[in-house]
């Protein structure tokens, strides 16, 4: 898939996780821009600056989690595509993720056909 002039911004205070994610989106497709982001603080800055096609986004985080900086982005975009991707995921979290806007949610560890099932669903046929 091309995913040329698209942009996505993977957001987890883990290098590691941030680096999985990305190397699963390339073996989907090539040319994609990827931001990184290490808080929910800096991924809601950074969604502002480059307005990304999708946005993965860990829940843990320091200085904001993921569901506060879900919240943010969203009441300035309600238009954004942001999926949850974490380990830590209680019901009640899913239930407020979904409920602030998240498209979908991913456990981690995670399959790369998970991902390619996201990307090409919210990024297919473009």
């Keep these: 898939m091309d995913l040329t002039n698209k942009k996505?911004?993977?957001?987890?205070?883990?290098?590691?996780a941030?680096?999985?994610l990305m190397d699963a989106v390339k073996e989907i497709g090539d040319?994609?821009?990827?931001?990184?982001?290490?808080?929910?603080?800096?991924?809601?800055?950074?969604?502002e600056e480059h307005k990304p096609d999708l946005?993965?986004?860990?829940?843990?985080?320091?200085?904001?989690?993921?569901?506060?900086?879900?919240?943010?982005?969203r009441e300035k975009d309600p238009d954004a595509v942001?999926?949850?991707?974490?380990?830590?995921g209680t019901q009640d979290q899913l239930k407020k993720?979904?409920?602030?806007?998240?498209?979908?949610?991913?456990q981690k560890p995670f399959e790369n056909n998970q991902i390619r099932e996201i990307i090409?669903?919210?990024?297919?046929g473009n």
């Design 31 to 47: 040319n994609a821009t990827f931001i990184e982001g290490k808080n929910g603080k800096e991924s809601v800055a950074l969604y």
């Design 18 to 20: 941030r680096k999985q």
């Design 120 to 124: 090409e669903l919210r990024l297919g």
């Design 82 to 88: 942001i999926i949850i991707v974490s380990s830590v």
């Design 55 to 73: 946005v993965f986004m860990d829940i843990v985080m320091p200085e904001m989690d993921g569901t506060e900086a879900l919240k943010a982005i």
């Design 8 to 16: 996505i911004l993977v957001c987890d205070d883990s290098v590691l």
């Design 97 to 106: 993720a979904i409920q602030l806007g998240a498209k979908d949610f991913i």
